[in-house]
């Protein structure tokens, strides 16, 4: 049975950092690609980052350029999202899902998604 278990959401303020974790199992990590993918209230749900299964490259949008970081512990069964210098409107769910990244994620290409943990940037 495939599960993706997101952990490490919570209260930040602006400019801090944060680390999410996503366990997977049911399915061998370094054969899929996996992203994360945040969705704020009456917002649509937004890809932030994605690493592909194949070579490890990393595809994300503007929105987040230099801010992000995502890497993958093959051993653990875990992907980490790391996030800097976070602002107000980085608020949202974040959901890791598995699925193809070859361009900034969509949620289309996705399959299996976790239930979401809470990232909060307020003062």
């Known amino acids: 049975q495939v599960q993706l278990v997101e952990s490490g959401g919570g209260l930040v303020q602006p400019g801090g950092s944060l680390t999410l974790s996503c366990e997977v199992s049911?399915?061998?990590?370094?054969?899929?690609?996996i992203a994360w993918f945040r969705q704020a209230p009456g917002k649509e749900r937004e890809g932030v980052i994605c690493?592909?299964?194949?070579?490890?490259?990393?595809y994300y949008p503007d929105s987040v350029k230099g801010r992000v970081i995502i890497s993958r512990d093959n051993a653990k069964n875990t992907v980490y999202l790391q996030m800097y210098s976070l602002k107000p409107e980085d608020t949202a769910v974040y959901y890791c899902?598995?699925?193809?990244?070859?361009?900034?994620?969509?949620?289309?290409?996705?399959?299996?998604w976790g239930q979401g943990t809470q990232v909060t940037v307020s003062s």
């Open positions: 690493i592909s299964s194949s070579d490890g490259r990393t």
């Open positions: 049911g399915f061998t990590l370094n054969h899929y690609a």
């Open positions: 899902a598995k699925g193809y990244c070859s361009g900034v994620p969509h949620p289309a290409e996705y399959d299996y």
